[in-house]
């Protein structure tokens, strides 16, 4: 079973950069692709970035696209959220997860990590 845990949130001024971390253990390539979610006060939540565990392959929310990359580093079983460019919309807390099905059906959330955009 893949367990995931997200690190890397912080405070930082609108324009600035974070990078966000999920350190992956089990065997990850039994997943379709790993996503990053966020869920901001108030609002559903949602998924803003997410690659493919077999060939690396990305996609993007329109909101982000652009200002976030995502990456993975096989040797280290991490992927990573570059976020450039904040905006205080940004404000969430960030999740990674199985991204291969709807939210709606994904039953197990970790305990995410803060990004919040303030000046």
């Known amino acids: 079973q893949v367990q995931l845990v997200e690190s890397g949130g912080g405070l930082v001024q609108p324009g600035g950069s974070l990078r966000l971390s999920c350190a992956a253990s089990g065997l990850t390539l039994d997943y379709y692709a790993i996503g990053w979610f966020r869920q901001a006060p108030g609002k559903e939540r949602e998924r803003v970035s997410c690659i493919s565990m077999s060939d690396g392959s990305t996609n993007y929310a329109d909101s982000v696209k652009g200002r976030f990359t995502i990456s993975k580093d096989n040797a280290k079983n991490t992927v990573y959220l570059q976020m450039n460019s904040l905006k205080l919309e940004d404000t969430a807390v960030y999740y990674c997860?199985?991204?291969?099905?709807?939210?709606?059906?994904?039953?197990?959330w970790g305990q995410g990590t803060q990004v919040t955009v303030s000046s």
């Open positions: 997860n199985e991204a291969g099905a709807p939210i709606a059906t994904i039953q197990y």
